[in-house]
């Protein structure tokens, strides 16, 4: 396993602009995760998709906000008319239950800042 | 919904000494329990992790313990080194992990 990827890791753009961040899971886990974490706190759940279904989305994520998983593989969380109060660190996660153990693997994160 | 509490929220201890960290959780269908560390500029990784039906596990110097009875669960690092300096985050998930509730963090700092 090469572990869960993120692109891009820093992205920076003026308020109102739209933004899109993808997630590569790990190969073969299909369950993936999307985390928004802001300075100071943990991370808190927005979203998750098991296979290409989206099962099930916090009332953080905003009509703004929507993730894909089009073909099951890898994920896009895109933000509409960004707000200066998106500025978090946006984390995905991946696990695989079918193997006995739904342990949740991140990656790095992509930071984002809107000015 | 879930609501978990982590305490403290730093702390500082000498190299070699034992850290503890302390979390409560509110909802009695959470039965995983995970504890991630996080270092700057990276996401969280897992350190270790329990479920509701065992109530003591340890791997090497780190060691996690469960009262699902007190709701709260525990991390101990033993033989604390530098390089165990970090954010821990502790978290509960109910069975089917799809909403897991993680605390506000403790920052670890291990003075050499």
């Not at chain 1, 869960?4 to 790990?26: A, L, M």
Request: net charge neutral.
């Amino acid at each position: 396993d090469t572990g869960v990827s993120q692109n891009p890791r820093h992205k920076i753009t003026k308020r109102g602009q739209n933004v899109t961040f993808r997630c590569d899971p790990i190969s073969e886990h299909n369950r993936l995760y999307w985390y928004r974490q802001t300075l100071g706190q943990g991370p808190e759940f927005l979203t998750y998709f098991q296979n290409e279904a989206q099962l099930e989305k916090s009332r953080l994520l905003s009509d703004r906000f929507s993730a894909e998983r089009p073909k099951g593989s890898f994920s896009t969380l895109e933000i509409q008319r960004t707000e200066q109060g998106d500025s978090a660190m946006y984390l995905c996660a991946s696990s695989s239950p079918d193997r006995g153990r739904d342990t949740q693997y991140f990656g790095p994160g992509t930071r984002l800042t809107v000015l | 919904g879930e609501n978990v509490e982590q305490h403290p929220s730093t702390l500082s201890v000498q190299e070699g000494d034992s850290a503890v960290i302390k979390c409560t959780y509110s909802d009695s269908a959470s039965n995983y329990f995970p504890w991630y560390k996080q270092e700057l500029g990276k996401g969280p990784q897992l350190i270790i992790d329990i479920r509701s039906n065992v109530g003591e596990k340890k791997d090497q110097r780190i060691a996690v313990t469960l009262n699902k009875t007190a709701k709260h669960f525990s991390l101990h690092i033993t033989e604390t080194q530098p390089e165990d300096s970090a954010v821990y985050f502790c978290a509960a998930s109910p069975y089917n992990n799809n909403d897991m509730r993680f605390g506000a963090g403790t920052r670890l700092t291990v003075k050499p």
